[in-house]
């Protein structure tokens, strides 16, 4: 079985050796993970509060593996990890993500946001961000997600939308 030492390993040397170009397959790397039994009793062990811990850090590329377990309901606002990258997996429960694009000059100071695409992350799956990718999650039923940083997003700017501020767009016929 691929387990979370190897997957560590392979994180590890998969930056090193390709940088963001990696985050992909990465993403496919952690989908084989996440079914494995053993590594989700690890990640989220007695079920856990909400909240979240780093189970791995890498300190040569500064990435991190975090578990997340999400109360029901709670959803986020749109938001972008600056300069780092993410990766979203869904262990158990499932994730509403919805991708956003600016769609008026960034040299204005209000943020006007479009869908550009709506999906769900189900149990067993994962997805990559590439840096400055905008998105919002939503977590109708508690979640227990894994979520890899390229670094610690409380050290670097990053977008958040701001409600009465910015502006949101709604669009019917974004992707599914």
């Not at 975090?66 to 429960?93: C, D, F, L, M």
Request: with cysteine; charged share 25%.
């Amino acid at each position: 079985t691929y387990d979370f030492a190897q997957f560590c390993a392979d994180l590890t040397a998969t930056l090193k050796a390709e940088g963001v170009n990696s985050l992909n397959g990465l993403a496919r790397k952690l989908e084989i993970l996440m079914a494995d039994a053993a590594f989700a009793a690890m990640a989220f062990p007695n079920d856990p509060p909400p909240g979240k811990r780093v189970l791995f850090h890498d300190t040569n590329s500064d990435a991190r593996v975090q578990a997340h377990v999400h109360a029901p309901e709670k959803t986020g606002t749109p938001h972008s990890h600056g300069e780092s990258w993410a990766i979203y997996g869904s262990v158990r429960g499932y994730t509403d993500m919805i991708e956003w694009k600016r769609v008026n000059p960034e040299s204005e100071d209000r943020a006007v946001l479009q869908p550009v695409s709506r999906y769900r992350l189900s149990a067993g799956q994962a997805r990559a961000y590439a840096p400055h990718k905008i998105h919002s999650t939503a977590h109708p039923e508690k979640a227990w997600v894994i979520r890899i940083i390229g670094t610690d997003l409380n050290a670097i700017p990053r977008y958040r939308f701001r409600a009465g501020r910015d502006t949101l767009l709604a669009d019917a016929e974004v992707s599914r």
